[in-house]
């Protein structure tokens, strides 16, 4: 399996979903939350084979940060598969009105070679159809990570 340091792209430190009542404001948490549920649905609705870990967002996760791109502000954040991080990654943003949500998964194969290049082993997917500038931003989160190779 690949191997992914503890930190996200963004440099916070990842954290598992609270297994009491409390909320953190990690990334996979939202579209679990009412506000973005519509969003997080459209954008995986008609899409074909979508990972269970990403339906739900059951998945490791960082902080979400507020980001600007042009005259638009957005949630960004980062989640994770549980126990696979490295292999399995998702980028994903929604608009400040909640209406919108966007994200790129990224899936690395577990073959010789992934640790050292892990950009030569990897296949991308995009959901919700981005903008140009959201790709841009969502690439360059996956390019921020100083294990991306």
Known sequence: MFAFALLGSN?????????????????????????????WKAMLHNEPQVPGWIRTADATSTEYTTVQIGQERYLSGFMCKPHDCGNHRFYGMFSADRHHAWGLQVSIADRPGALEMPSAHATYRWYGQPSDALKTYLKNRLNADPNWK
């Open 11 to 39: 440099g916070y430190a990842l954290a598992a979903n609270a297994p009491d009542n409390s909320t953190p404001a990690v990334f996979s948490t939202l579209p679990q939350q009412a506000p973005y549920q519509a969003a």
